[in-house]
């Protein structure tokens, strides 16, 4: 079982930065691919950026440039470092694992944290 903790939301200006953290727990995190989706009040959940166990990074284009995902595998952790933000980019940003993720979908993440706040304002 894998369980995933998110950290470091909050509020910023426009053009601030902002990193997120998950802590995750489970033996086998260091074999999983991890993930950044987000969501606002009626719209559905979207990627922003995942990694691979190896290190390769997938971004989606409304990111891409701006956003930085990286993780640990010792400490197990994923961290997506957010800059030039927008209020475009306000959501509830969720971290997410899959044992079977493939590079350029966002599809197959069987675990999901609870999920922490960012709140761009103009």
């Known amino acids: 079982q894998v369980q995933l903790v998110e950290s470091g939301g909050g509020s910023v200006q426009a053009g601030g930065s902002l990193r997120i953290s998950c802590a995750a727990s489970?033996?086998?995190?260091?074999?999983?691919?991890l993930a950044w989706f987000r969501q606002t009040q009626g719209k559905e959940r979207e990627g922003v950026a995942a990694i691979h166990t190896g290190g390769t990074a997938y971004y989606s284009g409304s990111v891409e440039g701006r956003f930085t995902i990286s993780r640990d595998n010792v400490k197990k952790t994923v961290t997506l470092q957010m800059n030039s933000l927008n209020p475009e980019d306000t959501a509830m940003y969720y971290c997410a694992a899959s044992y079977d993720w493939f590079f350029g979908t966002w599809a197959h993440f069987q675990y999901w944290g609870q999920g922490t706040q960012v709140t761009v304002s103009s």
């Open positions: 489970g033996s086998d995190v260091h074999e999983m691919s």
